[in-house]
């Protein structure tokens, strides 16, 4: 699958992976931080932004497009982020690529299986796609009452845009969200990688609990755990320089 990304910057390859219902744009902050050191290389997921939707969706797939992408592209070895489902996506690539990271960066998410904590945000994308709302107002206005967060809400949105015969729809590719969302809250699987690994833990966030330490180290015996204080799941969008800067001290080992 030939994913969409952005590049940017010169230096050592730094690759980014969004979270669910987000695409390469909601990293922009950090990419735009660390473009002034690194070759920055963000991606749109299958299924996400200006990439190609596809019939499923699972991390094995995730992990491949994007190993294919980079080869495409001529890179080798490279450093690696992701957020949330990005970060799964990441660490799924390290574990089936080990000897292609460098060192990976994974930004509140572990790799357990988590709860089905999307169904009303699922059922009102689906009610959004089965109306004959024609405006982002008439989106918004069927999708609000699933959402509790105006920024989930305001974020959702960034979905609603027009294709290319004109019509409002949204691209993500929910059908297959939907039909493989257990896979997207499903743990990782592979044999333990000696791969240096931060792990970045919104304080205000509950996704990195103490009862995944053990389920992490069996598979990434070489990571830390940072705590970032005073920011929930969105930990990159709250603060972005404090992450970039993070980020940034764990490549150079200075963290």
Do not use: C
């Amino acid at each position: 699958m030939e994913l969409f990304y952005r590049e940017r910057g010169e230096g050592d390859p730094v690759v980014l992976l969004h979270g669910l219902f987000g695409s390469s744009d909601n990293l922009g902050g950090i990419a735009r931080n660390l473009e002034e050191e690194f070759r920055v290389i963000s991606f749109d997921l299958r299924n996400h932004g200006r990439s190609p939707h596809a019939d499923t969706m699972s991390y094995a797939e995730m992990a491949a497009d994007v190993v294919a992408m980079l080869d495409r592209i001529g890179v080798g070895q490279f450093f690696l982020f992701g957020h949330s489902m990005g970060g799964k996506a990441a660490m799924q690539l390290t574990l089936d690529n080990p000897t292609r990271v460098k060192k990976l960066i994974v930004a509140d998410i572990a790799p357990v299986k988590y709860s089905h904590h999307h169904t009303e945000i699922l059922k009102g994308l689906r009610a959004v796609a089965n109306s004959d709302a024609s405006s982002r107002s008439d989106a918004e206005a069927i999708l609000a009452p699933y959402v509790e967060e105006p920024d989930v809400l305001s974020f959702l949105l960034t979905n609603w845009r027009r294709g290319k015969d004109g019509k409002p729809g949204w691209r993500i590719g929910l059908d297959a969200i939907e039909h493989d969302y257990a896979n997207i809250v499903a743990a990782n699987s592979g044999h333990a990688v000696d791969v240096p690994v931060l792990f970045l833990r919104g304080g205000l966030s509950d996704y990195i609990k103490p009862e995944h330490r053990d389920a992490t180290l069996a598979l990434f015996p070489n990571a830390v755990v940072r705590t970032v204080e005073g920011t929930g799941h969105w930990l990159h969008a709250e603060k972005p320089d404090l992450i970039s800067r993070l980020v940034t001290r764990f490549i150079k080992n200075e963290l």
